[in-house]
């Protein structure tokens, strides 16, 4: 007579040979990530392809809104504003110029009359709204929010020269931004109910918002201690602060007394903050300030519980910075520049091309030192492409690509979008997305494996199922 124990290795190599691989194809399927270049339906104004920059990416993840630049430019540009265009993509529609796929055409008063509203650029975007700024093809118009219903402008004024939105929380209900540029800046938040409640210290100071936490509770940015930080001549000094109804103005500290913290982003609640540690002699405005006087910008986080740090560089790079974060905190995108840029070759033939609008070359430059960068939730810095390439099989996908920049993640921290240069030596925009790893379908399985083993042994012992042995029947038995 065979033993029960032969039977059981006997079974259990059969299943095991047969089922053991299903699970993990299914799962292999179901985690598959993929990588979608953003193409842009628009003409070249120039000779040089226009690209798209992303700058959001809604909560659920299925529209990535930012701008289009017609690199070179200057005259006959598609939008007052200047050579950019707001951008919405989605998976299923594409790219869509100037407004929103499925949203109504809409059209507002000017100064000139009734004209086609244009969205010269999308900043943020909510699962059913979009943050745009507008204008109407002979008047600049502000920033509004682009709904199925029509478009919602946040100022009654007719021109709105000066009014910048910089964020929408998760639901679209709330809204931050400035209004100035050098005669003093005040920042505002708005909703539907209250409409644009301006928010500061005092007239001393000015206030650049930079960021809005995904709840709409939490603010964070910069502050200034002069009203026109840009008109005077020595260093002023500036500050990262949070921002709460409850709580009013607090100061994030400085990673050190060399460099400052400049917020850019942060997590749903606002208990972690991300931006970048610059130089405190750093005044971006001016351009002949010499960068080798200066401490290289490197990114940095902040929690209540540990405070402000440097978040990790590779060797390979000697500055970093970052832009988003997901909802919990756990994600951090960005970019970091190498500290040995790749040799660049013979600069391409510009004949009949103006040096100024040098797209490839450009490009060329930008791939050869810049690398759109992931912090996981250790904090590790790990170059994207490369881990695309490693951990979600997307060399295919990616051959011939350079990934510069990341430049948005979606709240659930699955999808990103950034920009590279692409096989042709152009920039432009791309959008990756890494599904949920399939956990249920691989805890369950050891289960279904249990369960059958023990149900063949019932019927080759010869024992009843439900009946006999509890510790060979699947199903429970009372004590």
């Known amino acids: 007579m065979v033993s029960t124990t032969f039977l059981n290795c006997v079974f259990g190599l059969i299943i095991g040979s047969t089922l053991a691989n299903v699970p993990f194809q299914t799962c292999r399927k179901a985690a598959a990530a993929s990588f979608s270049p953003i193409e842009v339906p628009a003409p070249s104004w120039s000779g040089i392809p226009p690209y798209a920059s992303p700058q959001g990416i809604s909560p659920n993840g299925l529209r990535v809104v930012g701008g289009v630049v017609s690199p070179g430019v200057i005259f006959d540009c598609p939008s007052f504003l200047g050579c950019t265009s707001g951008f919405s993509w989605e998976k299923e529609t594409g790219t869509t110029i100037g407004n929103v796929a499925g ?6 008063q000017s100064i000139f009359g009734e004209r086609e509203l244009y969205a010269a650029s ?23 929010l682009l709904t199925a219903e029509g478009p919602v402008q946040l100022s009654e004024e007719r021109l709105s020269v000066g009014l910048r939105a910089t964020a929408i929380s998760n639901s679209g209900a709330v809204v931050l931004g400035s209004q100035g540029y050098f005669n003093g800046t005040r920042s505002f938040r708005w909703t539907a109910e ?11 100071s000015s206030v650049f918002p930079n960021a809005l936490s995904g709840n709409g509770q939490v603010i964070v940015g910069l502050i200034y201690d002069s009203p026109t930080p840009f008109l005077v001549e020595e260093t002023v000094i500036s500050n990262g602060f949070r921002w709460n109804e409850s709580e009013g103005f607090s100061m994030i500290p ?6 400052r913290f400049v917020p850019t982003a942060t997590s749903f609640d606002g208990s972690l903050i991300v931006g970048n540690g610059v130089d405190v002699n750093r005044r971006s405005y001016v351009l002949d300030q010499s960068a080798s006087e200066l401490l290289e910008p490197r990114a940095i986080a902040w929690t209540e519980e540990t405070g402000t740090q440097l978040l990790e560089l590779p060797t390979q790079f000697k500055s970093s910075s970052v832009v988003d974060v997901s909802d919990d905190g756990r994600l951090i995108v960005g970019a970091a520049i190498l500290e040995n840029p790749l040799e660049l070759g013979d600069p391409p033939s510009t004949e009949g091309v103006p040096v100024l609008v040098d797209g490839k070359r450009a490009a060329e430059i930008v791939a050869s030192k810049s690398r759109a960068m992931l912090w996981d939730e250790n904090r590790q810095a790990l170059d994207l492409q490369q881990w695309l390439k490693d951990h979600h099989h997307l060399s295919d996908a990616l051959e011939g690509w350079t990934l510069t920049s990341a430049s ?40 279904l494996l249990l369960s059958l083993w023990q149900r063949q042994v019932c019927l080759l012992t010869g024992r009843k199922c439900g009946s006999g042995d509890p510790r060979l029947d699947p199903r429970p038995h009372p004590h």
């Not at 209250?194 to 001393?204: L, M, V």
């Open 194 to 204: 209250t409409g644009i409640q301006e928010f500061g210290i005092d007239e001393k």
């Open 122 to 144: 999308m900043v943020a975007a909510s699962n059913e709204v979009v943050l745009a700024h507008a204008d109407i093809r002979g008047g600049y118009i502000g920033p509004l």
């Open 254 to 259: 400085n990673e050190s007394e060399e460099r």
């Open 103 to 108: 949203f109504p055409t809409t059209t507002s």
């Open 408 to 447: 948005a993640i979606s709240a659930n921290g699955r999808i990103i979008a950034g920009l590279g240069v692409n096989p042709d030596g152009d920039l432009q925009g791309w959008v990756v997305t890494i599904p949920e790893p399939c956990t249920l379908a691989l805890s369950a399985f050891p289960l």
